[in-house]
């Protein structure tokens, strides 16, 4: 199955730890993103990528960090700077030219305490 | 993921009802419009999708309208099911090369059987 796949759904951090949140996807696609989630609050963008080395910052990129070795793969490390870490992550993709539709992985819920 | 829906406004409607979701957006020059499902604890579902030179695209029980004038798009799903229950966004591509999509803060549309 195609897909974009998030590890783990559930992760739980203590405050001052850098942790790092997984995401790969097998559709091929060129461009790969990572939103937070907050209640009441829609998705915001914190960094995306359009191609393999290489790395933009979003709106809201402070305290966070990335790296796209890898077509497939663009992992994002929440570091012990980001001042309010809990949250639902998600990352997404999307061909890059053609579509803007992006396609969602299920999401990780990160709890710091 | 679990919270998103707190906060947000919320839309009841029956079973068999047609059900209209609102969102304002921000951008004049914005070029593509995305609705998205997110039902609770997982990722946004691409639901239809619409260019800004349309004002109206019909998918399976769903419609969008587009109103440029007012900067306006609504959803529209008809003969609503329990399954619909669920966070909606909209979303708008600010044009130009970089496939960002900047996304509203959702309503929670829930069905009652």
């Known amino acids: 199955d195609g897909g974009i796949t998030q590890s783990p759904k559930y992760l739980f951090r203590k405050e001052g730890q850098n942790v790092t949140l997984s995401c790969e996807q097998n559709l091929n696609h060129d461009a790969m993103y990572w939103y937070r989630q907050d209640p009441g609050q829609g998705l915001r963008l914190i960094y995306y990528?359009?191609?393999?080395?290489?790395?933009q910052k979003g709106d809201i990129a402070e305290g966070y960090s990335v790296s796209r070795e890898k077509k497939e793969s663009f992992p994002l490390t929440v570091t012990s700077a980001q001042k309010n870490p809990t949250a639902f992550y998600l990352c997404a993709s999307s061909m890059f030219g053609n579509s803007y539709e992006q396609y969602f992985g299920p999401g990780t819920r990160l709890t710091v305490t | 993921g679990e919270s998103v829906g707190l906060h947000l406004p919320t839309l009841s409607v029956q079973e068999g009802d047609n059900s209209i979701i609102n969102c304002a957006y921000s951008n004049s020059a914005s070029d593509y419009f995305i609705w998205y499902k997110q039902e609770s604890g997982k990722g946004p579902q691409f639901i239809i999708d619409i260019r800004s030179n349309m004002d109206k695209r019909q998918g399976q029980r769903v419609t969008v309208l587009l109103n440029k004038t007012v900067k306006h798009l609504s959803l529209q799903i008809a003969a609503t099911q329990p399954g619909d229950s669920a966070v909606y966004f909209c979303?708008?591509?600010?044009?130009?090369?970089?496939?960002?999509?900047?996304f509203g803060t959702g309503t929670l549309l829930a069905v009652q059987p």
């Open positions: 990528s359009q191609i393999v080395n290489d790395f």
């Open positions: 979303a708008e591509n600010y044009g130009g090369a970089t496939n960002k999509l900047i």
